[in-house]
């Protein structure tokens, strides 16, 4: 766990862990080579660290980065030589960052608007770590899991489709908001039909709040 992860506490919600700073998922120990190192080189350390990418550096300045899917779509599926190859002539770059202070759903974001799938975090001109769409969707995962045992054992919940997320709207433009889950809505009747559909029973037990919102 990063410095800046252990100040966080755990998120137990949907927003809670998009407004959650990018250290909580950041993987420090990140593979950085230098641009002339080869791909098979980059292979064995990436297998070494677990890691999905390499941060490709010249005179020690981060300037790409490659991924394993680089390496399989312009090397190995071109019957190019890994050991031959070097990357930087598969690297994509600039490598796209952000700072320490930036949340989950900013650096999403961020990855959403450039069709990419993980971002450097540094500060300082120092590198300290990368975070990745399959990270984020992992922990996006397991709170739906968690909603789903809580709704199983009768506690209201609302289940988010995680491969959704890049369609999100930005909650701070919603005045509408389910009481129950913190959901947005555009209008009162799309609040009415999710607390039908998602909350009748709690609307029923607890007394039906759609009335604070006329």
Do not use: W
């Not at 394993?68 to 990357?87: C, E, M, R, W, Y």
């Not at 001109?125 to 969707?137: P, S």
Request: charged letters at 25%.
């Amino acid at each position: 766990m990063s410095k800046y992860s252990v100040e966080q506490s755990i998120p137990n919600t949907m927003t809670s862990l998009l407004s959650s700073r990018v250290g909580l998922l950041m993987k420090p120990d990140v593979v950085i080579l230098e641009s002339d190192a080869s791909v098979d080189e980059a292979t064995k350390m990436m297998k070494e660290k677990n890691s999905r990418s390499v941060l490709v550096s010249k005179r020690g300045e981060v300037i790409g980065i490659v991924s394993k899917t680089d390496i399989l779509f312009k090397v190995i599926s071109q019957n190019g030589n890994p050991s031959k190859v070097k990357l930087r002539e598969i690297m994509t770059c600039p490598i796209l960052a952000v700072g320490p202070g930036s949340t989950i759903k900013e650096a999403l974001s961020v990855m959403d608007k450039h069709g990419i799938r993980q971002v450097m975090v540094h500060a300082y001109a120092a590198v300290l770590g990368v975070v990745t769409r399959e990270d984020i969707y992992q922990s996006m995962e397991t709170l739906s899991v968690a909603s789903e045992d809580a709704a199983i054992s009768g506690t209201p919940a609302c289940i988010i489709n995680t491969k959704a997320i890049a369609y999100m709207k930005d909650l701070s433009k919603f005045s509408i908001v389910c009481p129950y889950c913190q959901s947005p809505f555009d209008t009162k009747e799309g609040l009415s039909k999710h607390i039908d559909r998602l909350h009748g029973e709690s609307g029923v037990l607890e007394g039906d709040v759609r009335h604070l919102f006329e």
